[in-house]
């Protein structure tokens, strides 16, 4: 399997999983053809959404900001490119996804919503996602995000905890707040067991 084929299911599964933690079962979900957004959504209230979806990695603010030799020695010192998977998230990782989303010039299909889905604490990278942790507070969210969101042609941008199954969702009215807090219960994470997940609300 190719690695377009690899991201386009990782794409339709993080979207899957969004919808899942909603309570909401689309009638169809798949892979959309750029320059639309990745992924088109049928639901059963008439509602066609074209979702683009990012993943959000720890450490992104911090090695877009730094020097290529601190980057080097950050990576050499945690024991290899890994160091990115391990290290907490925060807002400013977030902001730095949205950022490099917000500016692209979309072919939304007719009749269609764009949403934007941040998908964190995916568990696509085995076992060394199992340490993730995601600090989030929503103000501070709103102060990097709220913005840049507003003056985009996204209708609504959701942030998915999806190890710990948080899910904070964003719209023009109600800016960013949180739908579903993240769980610490080991029962919330059937795939990998015994990971805590901490947030900063």
Known sequence: MDQQTLQENREREWVKRLFEQKGIDPLDVKSLKCPAPDVGVSLSDGRCLAIEVTEVLAGEYARRNARKKEIQQAQQA?????????????????????????????????????????????????????????????????????????????????????????LYEWNRRDRWHEVHPPSCRSDAYPLIPQLKLQTGM
């Open 78 to 166: 945690a024991g290899g490119i890994g160091w990115m998977f391990t290290r907490p998230a925060n807002a400013l990782d977030v902001a730095c996804r949205i950022e490099a989303k917000v500016g692209k010039d979309y072919h939304v299909p007719n009749g269609h919503q764009l949403h934007l889905l941040l998908a964190a604490g995916t568990v696509e990278h085995g076992t060394m996602a199992s340490t993730l942790l995601l600090f989030i507070s929503i103000p501070e969210l709103n102060q990097l995000t709220h913005d840049m969101l507003e003056r985009s042609r996204y209708q609504h941008a959701y942030l998915h905890l999806q190890l710990g199954r948080g």
